[in-house]
Nanobody, 123 residues
Framework: VQLQASGGGLVQAGGSLRLFCAAS????????MGWFRQAPGKEREFVAA????????YYVDSVKGRFTISRDNAKNTVYLQMNSLKPEDTAVYYC?????????????????WGQGTLVTVSS
């Protein structure tokens, strides 16, 4: 499956952005989906994940209550709504797909990755 992430940009602290990840070339509803991010000089880290049906979601503590992951299997798209953004949210955001688990927070579990979209939050 091929993944195309988009929606990043420059936003002031406290603002919002919505990221999109469009999938093609596979049966989207069979994949658990995740969002990860990598800040300059740091390792890639888990942000959020969603199960194949969209019923179950999972977040890293630092984004709980601010970010919402969702998916539309009819549109082969997963979303990340980001509210109350902070400068520390600045990173390249990647979407990823895995087929072995309902959802996962582990990088190694994901088989397919998008190219990343840059989110910059100014203070």
């Amino acid at each position: 499956v091929q993944l195309q992430a988009s929606g990043g940009g420059l936003v002031q602290a406290g603002g919002s952005l919505r990221l999109f990840c469009a999938a093609s070339g596979g049966t989207f509803r069979r994949y658990g989906m995740g969002w990860f991010r990598q800040a300059p000089g740091k390792e890639r880290e888990f942000v959020a994940a969603i199960s194949q049906s969209g019923v179950t979601t999972y977040y890293v503590d630092s984004v709980k209550g601010r970010f919402t992951i969702s998916r539309d299997n009819a549109k082969n798209t997963v979303y990340l709504q980001m509210n109350s953004l902070k400068p520390e949210d600045t990173a390249v955001y990647y979407c990823a797909a895995e087929s072995r688990y309902s959802y996962s927070r582990y990088i190694a579990d994901y088989d397919y990755w998008g190219q990343g979209t840059l989110v910059t939050v100014s203070s």
